[in-house]
Every structure is written in structure tokens, then in C-alpha cells.
């Protein structure tokens, strides 16, 4: 049995919504415009993630789900990004670790696409086939944990399973909101989700409700010495009785933070009715960090591996007597 592959030094693969992130962001880097998503039986049978973006060359598809393979590593940026998200190019090879992995590409300069299969990283054939195709990337994700039974056994109910993958990409599609979001289920006539190019506060309408739209309060772009951010949040008249809906990226990341959230709550309690709960959208960006800043950060963290690997060294060096 396959142990839990690793996607960055944080997280793991545990759901099929998690499948559909690393997707739905890799479409994203690749300065795709539309993202459409079929899945089957809640992901675990399929995903497949088709975007018009920039595509991967024939000679990278052999390796593109090989762990450390990433085309995103040479500017001082993603070092940052490293610092912040942990190791890059371990999505698909995460993946392909646990599933059946097919990739379909066309780039702009190619007069064809191009199409393989991979299992546990490597390419399942020589080389990818040549086949028809408009420019951009399918991925299909099939068979989700079908070596790995423990985890198939924690998954809950194709149903439910569906509904996170939508709460995903509606999240993606409102912070993405000039980009045209499609998700459906694969024997379905009918699109779960569908946008088209709309402002910000337009897709939180479309996506999270008209209720929402006239008790919105916008926090105009904000930027301080650490980070900039923009924000949308309710005003405390509108609730909802169920749940407080954060939706917070760092750096056009999807990422939960229970500490911010603990803290957006507390704030509404003090305004909100009992057991109502607000909505709110925060896109933080620390993309513009100094470069001092950077080589700072990466100088404090190769300091504390030095001295950890001295602390060890000393520590197997002492003789036992
Ligand atoms: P990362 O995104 O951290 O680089 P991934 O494993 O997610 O690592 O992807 C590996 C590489 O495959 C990417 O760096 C990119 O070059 C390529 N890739 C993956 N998905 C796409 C896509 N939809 N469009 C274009 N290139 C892609
Ligand atoms: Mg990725």
C-alpha cells in the first residue's frame, strides 16, 4: 500500500477536492481564461480539468509528474512562495501517486496536442502520442485511491464529496472572478457552477447569493509595510445561520486559517445577532516583499537548519560511556 504522498511540507491529498485545487491552480498559473470541471462519482471515479492556457511542451509532459518538476522556480517570486507554501512540483506527482493520471496539451506552438498516461510519476509509454486538441491542458484524475483502501475508506459519500469540490470552485471562481468557471458532473446536462466575467463583488452575488450582495461592505485595497490586501465582508445585518464563510487567499492560494477566522468571529459577535455568522472574502498579497526581505528570510531558515544539523552533530558525536 502507498503511503500518503506528501504535496508540500503541510498538506496532503486527503479528498478529491484537494485534487481539483492543485488543478484548478496549476490552470491558473498557466494563464488560462476558462476552466471547465467534469467530475464523476464525487472525483473519486473522475476529475478532469480542462483550461485554455499556455500548455505544456511535448518533452515536458515525459516528466511533468515527476516529483521536483516544476516550470515555476526561476524568479526571486517563487522563492518566496517557497518560503511561505513549501516545495513546489509535488502536486502532480503527488497525484499520479495515487490515481490514474492522463494529460492532454497543446502549446501555441505546436500544430498538434499531445497525450499520456502516467502511473506512480513516470510515463506510462516511450513518449506522448500525438493527437487533436485546442491549445491548453486536460488533466484527468481517475480511479482516486484505488491503491490506497485505508484513505477510500475515509472518503465520505459521492455526494458530499461533489459538494466540497463545488465549495472549491466557487471559492476560485469569485477570487478569479474575470475568468470563466465551469463544474458539472460528468452525466449531468446541467452546470453546477457557471461564470462569466464578472467584477468582484458581481461574482459574490452570482456565486454566494443576491441576500449577500446589498449587505456587503468593501474594505478598499489596503497596503501596509508586510503585505496588501482587499476585502469584502457583510455588514453585520446580513447573517447566515449556519456557518461563517471565510474566504481567504494568500498570494491567490485558497488557504484556512482558524486563528483569522477566530478572530473575524469575535469581532461580529460583537455586532451580529446570536447564532448568525457573516461572510467574507480576503485576498492578501506579500508579493511585493523587498528583496531584502526575501534573502532575510531564506538566510533565518538556512541559520536554524545549520545550527539544528551542529545540535545534532554534537549530539551523535558524544561518546556513550
Ligand atoms: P507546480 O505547480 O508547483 O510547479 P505541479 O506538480 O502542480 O507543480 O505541476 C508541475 C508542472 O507541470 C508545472 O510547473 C507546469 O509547468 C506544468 N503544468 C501542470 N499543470 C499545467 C497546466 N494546466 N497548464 C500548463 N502547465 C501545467
Ligand atoms: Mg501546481
Request: hydrophobic share 35%; charged share 25%; net charge neutral.
Amino acid at each position: 500500500e502507498a503511503s500518503l504522498p506528501r504535496i508540500s511540507c503541510a498538506a496532503v491529498i486527503i479528498r478529491p477536492s484537494h485534487v481539483v485545487k492543485e488543478l484548478i491552480e496549476n490552470a491558473m498559473d498557466a494563464n488560462s481564461s476558462q476552466i471547465d470541471c467534469v467530475v464523476k462519482e464525487g472525483g473519486i471515479k473522475l476529475i478532469q480539468i480542462k483550461d485554455n492556457g499556455d500548455g505544456i511542451h511535448q518533452n515536458d509532459l515525459i516528466i511533468a509528474c515527476k516529483s521536483h518538476t516544476t516550470s515555476k522556480l526561476h524568479e526571486l517570486e517563487d522563492l518566496k512562495n517557497m518560503t511561505t507554501y513549501g516545495f513546489r512540483g509535488e502536486a502532480l506527482a503527488s497525484i499520479s501517486h495515487v490515481s490514474h493520471v492522463t494529460l492532454q496539451s497543446k502549446t501555441s506552438d505546436s500544430i498538434c496536442a499531445y497525450r499520456a498516461a502516467y502511473n506512480n510519476g513516470q510515463i506510462t509509454s516511450k513518449a506522448p502520442h500525438p493527437c487533436a486538441g485546442n491549445k491548453g491542458t486536460v488533466v484527468g484524475v481517475e480511479d482516486l485511491f484505488y491503491n490506497v483502501p485505508l484513505k477510500r475508506k475515509t472518503l465520505r459519500t459521492p455526494r458530499e464529496e461533489y459538494e466540497q469540490i463545488v465549495s472549491v470552485m466557487r471559492e476560485y471562481a469569485v477570487h478569479h472572478h474575470s475568468i470563466s468557471f465551469t463544474c458539472k458532473k460528468l452525466d449531468s446536462n446541467t452546470f453546477d457552477i457557471k461564470t462569466t466575467g464578472k467584477d468582484l463583488k458581481g461574482a459574490i452575488l452570482q456565486l454566494y447569493g443576491s441576500f449577500v450582495f446589498t449587505s456587503l461592505l468593501f474594505i478598499p485595497k489596503t497596503t501596509t509595510e508586510a503585505c496588501c490586501f482587499e476585502t469584502f465582508v457583510t455588514n453585520p445585518s446580513y447573517g447566515d445561520a449556519k456557518s461563517t464563510k471565510l474566504l481567504l487567499f494568500v498570494n491567490h492560494r485558497a488557504v484556512e486559517n482558524r486563528a483569522m477566522k477566530k478572530s473575524i468571529e469575535k469581532m461580529y459577535s460583537q455586532y451580529i445577532p446570536q447564532n448568525m455568522h457573516p461572510f467574507v472574502y480576503i485576498s492578501i498579497d506579500v508579493s511585493f516583499l523587498s528583496q531584502d526581505k526575501v534573502i532575510d528570510t531564506i538566510s533565518t531558515m538556512i541559520e536554524e537548519e545549520l545550527a539544528k544539523w551542529k545540535d545534532d552533530t554534537a549530539k551523535t558525536t558524544v561518546n556513550p560511556q
